[in-house]
């Protein structure tokens, strides 16, 4: 099961993981993520030990082939996995096992990879690479959506569409996005709205919450009241 794709952004730091599948809340199985380490996406038949594996073997110097090695070593189902990670360079490697259901493979790009299995045919991952290397154009995390569209507009899972994820992280120990829409119809459509409303309802205010540099956010009361009204709500802070 599942497409993805794995991206690093050299200009914000960020790292993201992209990915749809035709299963129940693929964001839970699939993707991990460590600010300032690498991006990995588990699939096929997911084994959730390889991705922070994987990363901590990133953490400690090794390349995304040594990282990704290392980790396969010690499962014996490496052959029903399918795994792929980009690391802070912009390096990218990816595994494909011997048992994975066609159509099953990955492609690689400048900074990113796109892997899938049990997919309609070849042509899902090289339309959602063709796409992310050509939107530069596009913020981050809309690049990455519009990619997988293109790879969904190609056939997308062969068995059809429940569930997508988008995760992404810039500076912080924990997603600056983190949207799941784990049981839909028609799931990138409704990430796609989930992401509009992100831009809309918290992006504006990110700046205030409790971050690395600014550990405990915003204290104003007068300006997080000031906030509030702005966005309509007559809210008052107990003083």
């Known amino acids: 099961m599942t497409w993805s794709i794995v991206a690093h952004d050299p200009s914000t730091g960020a790292f993201a993981v992209a990915v749809t599948t035709c299963n129940l809340a693929v964001g839970a199985a699939c993707p991990f993520i460590r600010t300032g380490v690498g991006a990995v996406s588990t699939q096929s038949m997911s084994n959730r030990y390889l991705g922070p594996a994987v990363l901590e073997a990133l953490a400690r110097g090794l390349s995304p082939r040594l990282a990704l090695d290392s980790a396969l070593a010690g499962d014996e189902g490496r052959g029903l996995r399918q795994i792929h990670v980009v690391d802070a360079a912009g390096r990218v490697a990816a595994h494909t096992g011997d048992n994975c259901v066609e159509w099953c493979g990955s492609v690689a790009g400048e900074g990113f990879s796109v892997a899938g299995n049990m997919l309609a045919n070849g042509r899902v991952i090289d339309a959602t690479a063709d796409v992310f290397a050509a939107r530069t154009d596009l913020p981050f995390a809309e690049r990455l959506m519009e990619a997988l569209h293109a790879g969904q507009a190609e056939g997308g899972d062969k068995r059809g ?79």
């Open 161 to 239: 569409r429940q569930s997508a994820a988008l995760m992404i992280t810039t500076t912080e120990d924990f997603p600056d996005i983190n949207l799941r829409v784990d049981d839909h119809p028609d799931p990138l459509v409704e990430l796609s709205r989930l992401l509009a409303l992100w831009r809309v309802q918290a992006e504006p205010t990110q700046h205030t919450r409790p971050s690395r540099a600014n550990p405990a956010g915003l204290l104003d009361l007068d300006a997080i009241e000031a906030g509030w009204k702005a966005r309509g709500m007559d809210l008052r802070l107990r003083r």
